[in-house]
């Protein structure tokens, strides 16, 4: 199936809206959903039935030609499947019509997608972490989504309604004027929709094609290093020299004693119990939407934040330089995990790139081994250790005294002239990759550690008093400015390490 590309000047982008059903409609919504469930079932059970026949088949010494068939799991001959199979089968014989045809679209489209993505990865065509195959939705823990391709999808002109297939018109939580005004004008077209129950309520999302010009920053010639951490979420340092601090606005933590109360509320009440068959009582579900809503309260504010915050970043400046952060592994950091993730790093790296993607400016990523903040802004020397608790950066050789954030980000603002240069240094995410060589960063020992038994403990290990010294900060040629078109600091450094 062919991606959908839009016209030229036009972009794709969603608009999202909180819904205010009835209760009829309401019911309807959760009937949609619970049917694309029902469809993904159906189809994750059709696929994988063949799977273990013919396991069974081959234990049984069937010879590889007579084996059962596989069944393909493409989506247009699951839908051929379906069509055939929903009249008769006891499961969906009797109600199936209640619903729209896009909602068993929905489930069948995702299995298809869930099937690619297991054979993609098990073939190593597909990055990341090794996928299973798909397995069964459960109706108590499955998300309610349901998404419409073809029908009535509008948005009526009073701009408080909407209109879906077999729902019919919904009134909305919140003013539609925005998406009704481009529609009106014909710089908007309507492509989908999916409904979405979520945070305690109904969303629509409006799939559109929007013609949209790029907007022209405040400074376009200035670039700015970014440096993100727990503390202070965001120390920017532009090419000016300028230094801007963003406080962490802790969301969780300010709301963690009324998450608790709310936690042990629920704990005292009587839950489900898939193991006894037991359902839960009222009052636990009155006390468990309770602590839903503070979840809920938490993740808007959070979101409003990191919104407001790479908004602004995309509307001034021309060049933007992040780090590579590799979170998944930060967050298995015991003591740090809970702020870390109460930051929100990924999702800032993930709004930086589409934001500035619109405004028509650069994105660059810091290559992950990158020592920003053991290098020295004023002289480029890299210091060998500098611990996570030491928050002032004092460099050795020129006796520069500097916060360890604000030195960081002045690092990753000068990186901006020197990928401008076409040196790979940054991966700008509008060029191809190059290959990179091993950084320093990556090894701070003139010599690797022996174990040795020493005098005093077993395996040669140090108290803290007796620790050694480390070896000596590494001096650099000259100072990393915007007007250097050199190479990362330390980056081709086998013969600096000998």
Same mark, same amino acid.
């Given at each position: 199936?062919?991606?959908?590309?839009?016209?030229?000047?036009?972009?794709?982008?969603?608009?999202?809206?909180?819904?205010?059903?009835?209760?009829?409609?309401?019911?309807?919504?959760?009937?949609?959903?619970?049917?694309?469930?029902?469809?993904?079932?159906?189809?994750?059970?059709?696929?994988?039935?063949?799977?273990?026949?013919?396991?069974?088949?081959?234990?049984?010494?069937?010879?590889?030609?007579?084996?059962?068939?596989?069944?393909?799991?493409?989506?247009?001959?699951?839908?051929?499947?379906?069509?055939?199979?929903?009249?008769?089968?006891?499961?969906?014989?009797?109600?199936?019509?209640?619903?729209?045809?896009?909602?068993?679209?929905?489930?069948?489209?995702?299995?298809?997608?869930?099937?690619?993505?297991?054979?993609?990865?098990?073939?190593?065509?597909?990055?990341?972490?090794?996928?299973?195959?798909?397995?069964?939705?459960?109706?108590?823990?499955?998300?309610?989504?349901?998404?419409?391709?073809?029908?009535?999808?509008?948005?009526?002109?009073?701009?408080?309604?909407?209109?879906?297939?077999?729902?019919?018109?919904?009134?909305?939580?919140?003013?539609?004027?925005?998406?009704?005004?481009?529609?009106?004008?014909?710089?908007? #077209?309507?492509? /989908?929709? %999916? $409904?979405?129950?979520? !945070? +305690?309520?109904?969303?629509?999302?409006? *799939?559109?094609?929007?013609? =949209?010009?790029?907007?022209?920053?405040?400074?376009?010639?200035?670039?700015?290093?970014?440096?993100?951490?727990?503390?202070?979420?965001?120390?920017?340092?532009?090419?000016?020299?300028?230094?801007?601090?963003?406080?962490?606005?802790?969301?969780?933590?300010?709301?963690?004693?009324?998450? #608790?109360?709310? /936690?042990? %509320? $629920?704990?005292?009440? !009587? +839950?489900?119990?898939?193991?006894?068959? *037991?359902?839960?009582?009222? =009052?636990?579900?009155?006390?468990?939407?309770?602590?839903?809503?503070?979840?809920?309260?938490?993740?808007?504010?959070?979101?409003?934040?990191?919104?407001?915050?790479?908004?602004?970043?995309?509307?001034?400046?021309?060049?933007?330089?992040?780090?590579?952060?590799?979170?998944?592994?930060?967050?298995?950091?015991?003591?740090?995990?809970?702020?870390?993730?109460?930051?929100?790093?990924?999702?800032?790296?993930?709004?930086?790139?589409?934001?500035?993607?619109?405004?028509?400016?650069?994105?660059?990523?810091?290559?992950?081994?990158?020592?920003?903040?053991?290098?020295?802004?004023?002289?480029?020397?890299?210091?060998?250790?500098?611990?996570?608790?030491?928050?002032?950066?004092?460099?050795?050789?020129?006796?520069?005294?500097?916060?360890?954030?604000?030195?960081?980000?002045?690092?990753?603002?000068?990186?901006?002239?020197?990928?401008?240069?076409?040196?790979?240094?940054?991966?700008?995410?509008?060029?191809?990759?190059?290959?990179?060589?091993?950084?320093?960063?990556?090894?701070?020992?003139?010599?690797?550690?022996?174990?040795?038994?020493?005098?005093?403990?077993?395996?040669?290990?140090?108290?803290?008093?007796?620790?050694?010294?480390?070896?000596?900060?590494?001096?650099?040629?000259?100072?990393?400015?915007?007007?250097?078109?050199?190479?990362?600091?330390?980056?081709?450094?086998?013969?600096?390490?000998?």
């Amino acid at each position: 199936m062919k991606k959908f590309r839009p016209q030229p000047g036009f972009v794709v982008q969603a608009y999202r809206f909180a819904l205010d059903p009835n209760a009829t409609q309401e019911a309807a919504l959760g009937s949609h959903c619970g049917a694309a469930r029902a469809a993904y079932n159906w189809a994750v059970g059709c696929v994988t039935a063949s799977w273990w026949q013919r396991r069974a088949e081959e234990t049984y010494g069937v010879p590889a030609d007579e084996l059962t068939e596989w069944r393909p799991w493409s989506l247009p001959s699951l839908r051929k499947a379906f069509n055939e199979a929903k009249r008769t089968d006891p499961r969906f014989a009797s109600w199936w019509e209640e619903n729209s045809k896009e909602a068993y679209s929905t489930g069948l489209a995702n299995a298809s997608a869930a099937f690619d993505n297991y054979a993609k990865s098990k073939n190593g065509k597909r990055c990341g972490r090794r996928m299973g195959a798909p397995r069964f939705k459960s109706k108590r823990k499955a998300r309610l989504s349901c998404r419409f391709t073809t029908g009535t999808l509008r948005v009526d002109a009073d701009g408080r309604h909407v209109t879906l297939p077999r729902l019919g018109t919904i009134r909305t939580h919140e003013p539609v004027a925005g998406l009704l005004a481009r529609v009106q004008a014909g710089t908007a #077209r309507i492509l /989908s929709a %999916t $409904v979405r129950h979520e !945070r +305690g309520r109904w969303f629509v999302s409006f *799939q559109t094609e929007v013609k =949209r010009d790029l907007v022209r920053v405040a400074r376009p010639e200035a670039a700015v290093g970014i440096d993100l951490g727990v503390k202070t979420l965001a120390v920017m340092a532009d090419s000016t020299g300028e230094i801007r601090e963003v406080s962490n606005p802790r969301h969780l933590d300010s709301a963690l004693k009324e998450l #608790r109360r709310a /936690s042990r %509320t $629920v704990s005292r009440r !009587r +839950g489900p119990d898939r193991r006894t068959g *037991q359902r839960p009582s009222s =009052r636990w579900k009155k006390a468990d939407a309770a602590r839903s809503k503070v979840h809920h309260r938490i993740a808007n504010l959070r979101a409003n934040a990191l919104h407001k915050l790479t908004t602004a970043v995309a509307a001034e400046y021309g060049t933007v330089v992040v780090e590579d952060l590799n979170v998944a592994g930060m967050l298995r950091n015991r003591r740090l995990a809970r702020r870390i993730a109460d930051a929100g790093f990924g999702e800032i790296r993930r709004q930086l790139t589409y934001k500035t993607q619109r405004n028509g400016c650069r994105l660059l990523a810091a290559d992950r081994w990158y020592p920003s903040s053991k290098t020295c802004s004023g002289c480029g020397a890299v210091k060998a250790k500098l611990p996570l608790h030491v928050r002032t950066y004092e460099c050795d050789a020129c006796g520069l005294v500097i916060d360890r954030d604000a030195n960081a980000a002045h690092n990753l603002a000068a990186l901006a002239a020197i990928a401008a240069a076409g040196t790979g240094v940054a991966g700008d995410l509008d060029t191809p990759k190059v290959s990179k060589p091993r950084g320093a960063d990556q090894k701070t020992r003139t010599t690797r550690s022996r174990r040795r038994t020493g005098t005093g403990r077993a395996g040669g290990a140090a108290l803290p008093q007796q620790r050694q010294t480390e070896t000596r900060d590494r001096p650099q040629a000259g100072a990393l400015s915007f007007g250097d078109v050199t190479d990362l600091p330390g980056r081709n450094t086998r013969n600096a390490e000998t």
